[in-house]
Nanobody
Framework: QVQLVERGGGSAQAGGSLRLSCEAS????????????MAWFRQAPGKEREGVAA???????YLADSVKGRFTISQDNAKNPLYLQMNNLKPEDTAMYYC?????????????????????WGQGTQATVSS
């Protein structure tokens, strides 16, 4: 089993920034040695969980249209944290943010934003943006 732990949530003013991180622990041997896709999802109260960004071990990355130009997903390698840099935040970015991972899979444009693509999930970290 792989555990994912998110950090970095908090409060920010509109136009401000937050950086989220996600670290893997547990049975990470296969996680580190195989190819993988990692992603950030978010869920606001009363709304469905939506895919925000994804990156794979090949270096391919994807961003939802709603965050393009404002958010950046990055990870140096499997043993380093996954980051989501969120700039120019808007109140509508307020949500619980979740890290997700799938081993032995690259990310694909058609599936990166679908929750069922991923096996491993973190507990989430709250980001709140005030106007």
């Amino acid at each position: 089993q792989v555990q994912l732990v998110e950090r970095g949530g908090g409060s920010a003013q509109a136009g401000g920034s937050l950086r989220l991180s996600c670290e893997a622990s547990g049975d990470t041997y296969n996680y580190y040695s195989d190819y993988y896709c990692m992603a950030w999802f978010r869920q606001a109260p009363g709304k469905e969980r939506e895919g925000v960004a994804a990156i794979d071990s090949y270096g391919s990355s994807y961003l939802a249209d709603s965050v393009k130009g404002r958010f950046t997903i990055s990870q140096d390698n499997a043993k380093n944290p996954l980051y989501l840099q969120m700039n120019n935040l808007k109140p509508e970015d307020t949500a619980m943010y979740y890290c997700a991972a799938e081993v032995r899979s690259f990310c694909f444009r058609e599936t990166y934003a679908k929750a069922e693509t991923f096996t491993y999930w973190g507990q989430g970290t709250q980001a709140t943006v005030s106007s």
